[in-house]
């Protein structure tokens, strides 16, 4: 499996943005699916996550009501719909994969993910 990201770039607080990623080499409607981000000096944290069949998604709490994770499985790609930017929301954000699984829910620990995107900067500044 192979994921290709898209989007991304500069925008002012309070602005949006949408993240894609399309996978490649594979389906991905047997994998779990997640965003991440690592801003500079920080580690890479799991920003969202949704479930092989997109019925249950999760959100860490500084991205709730503000970011919204959407998947499609018969266009084979995953979303990463991003409102209300802040300066703090600034990273490189990442898109993965894990699975192949058989669980009904996600959850974002970074070393259960196997497969990733080439990463997209996020900048938000004034």
């Known amino acids: 499996l192979q994921l290709v990201q898209s989007g991304g770039g500069v925008v002012q607080p309070g602005g949006s943005l949408r993240l894609s990623c399309e996978a490649s080499?594979?389906?991905?409607?047997?994998?779990?699916l997640a965003w991440f981000r690592q801003a500079p000096g920080k580690e890479r944290e799991g920003v969202a996550c949704i479930s092989k069949l997109g019925l249950t998604a999760d959100y860490r709490d500084f991205v709730k009501g503000r970011f919204t994770i959407s998947r499609d499985n018969d266009k084979n790609t995953f979303s990463l719909q991003m409102s209300n930017l802040q300066p703090e929301d600034t990273a490189m954000y990442f898109c993965?994969?894990?699975?192949?699984?058989?669980?009904?829910?996600?959850?974002?620990?970074?070393?259960?993910?196997?497969?990733w995107g080439q990463g997209a900067q996020v900048t938000v500044s004034v």
């Open positions: 993965a994969a894990e699975g192949p699984t058989i669980d009904a829910k996600c959850i974002m620990p970074v070393s259960l993910y196997d497969y």
């Open positions: 080499a594979g389906t991905l409607d047997e994998f779990a």
